[in-house]
């Protein structure tokens, strides 16, 4: 059996078909003009190729009835989008941007890399997305130049300072920084009835020391002795963190070693035997600055983006005959 890969997987569905669509309708003489852009037009055809490849999902769920209604109710959402895809193209052209032919065989070879594709292979998948090598090469080429051109003019223009970085993590330091956790067994006797038979309940805790010591396992002592329903796994109490349990058992736990097991201690509850087993610390800000950097860039690239878009679209002429 052939290998065939959906290429839409691997660009920007609106580019391919933008690009694909206009190489395939640009003769059709009775094709109709939705929109102009600067010297350029956008065809009904291209629009509705568009909207049937990437609204293929939501209008599989609508009845053969409604399809048409729903068509025309994507219709200004997917112009819009050619529209600024158009602009785009055009002003990276303008900046005398292009995309030479190394670079487009370039990332092919990366793709079909990427995708373990060999030639035949690639080539059956375009054909089953009706297409030729010569339409992916050109909407690749366009893939890259329209990224281009957004590095250039926006992702170039954006600085993230350490005093933003530094502003942001004493702001989301709860969230961001990894809280410190410790890992911990116990064996548990309650609190007598009357202090009278408090004795006793250190003679017991003495008792699983004592066999501690002499090399017993602490989850089976556990489960022998403690006197709470931890016994069942063996006195696990997982993972704790500051505030979670008891001040003195975050105390005692938080200050012993891996491995190391506490003397018996006494607790509103009752008296306590801890294991630690294992621990995770605090991630401070220098383990968590470059992750609020990305966060920052891309918030700030979302905006600039979108400015640069509208920028585009107040210098241009665009005609809607939609």
Known sequence: MKKTVPIIFFLTISLICFS???????????DRVVAVVNNEVITWSELR????LEGKSYLDK????????????????????????????QEARRKGMDVSKA??????????????????ALLNSLEAEGMTMEDYSTSLGEQ????????YEVRANIVVTD???????ELNKDKLAGTEKRKIR?????VPKNNSQKSAVESKAHEAVTRLEKG?????????????????????????????????????????????VSKPFWSSTGLHIVKLEDKIEEEGFDKVKDKIKDILFEKAFAVKYIEWKAGLKEKAYIEIKL
């Open 20 to 30: 694909v669509c206009r190489n395939v309708h640009s003769a059709t003489l009775l």
């Open 49 to 52: 190729d568009i909207i049937a």
């Open 62 to 89: 609508v009845p053969e009835g409604r399809k048409e209604e729903a068509i025309k109710e994507l219709e200004k959402d997917f112009l819009n989008n050619l529209i600024d895809m158009e602009l785009q193209l």
């Open 103 to 120: 670079e487009i065989e370039s990332a092919i070879a990366d793709i079909k890399k990427k995708f373990n594709l060999t030639s035949e």
């Open 144 to 151: 890259i130049l329209l990224s281009k051109a957004v590095n």
């Open 163 to 169: 005093r933003e970085i530094q502003d942001y993590y």
């Open 186 to 190: 116990q064996i548990f006797f309650a």
């Open 216 to 260: 017993e396992d602490f989850s089976k002592l556990a489960g022998e002795f403690s006197e709470d329903a931890s016994r069942q796994f063996g006195g696990d109490l997982g993972y704790i963190s500051r505030g979670s349990v008891l001040k003195e058992v975050e105390d005692v736990a938080f200050a012993l070693s891996i491995g190391e």
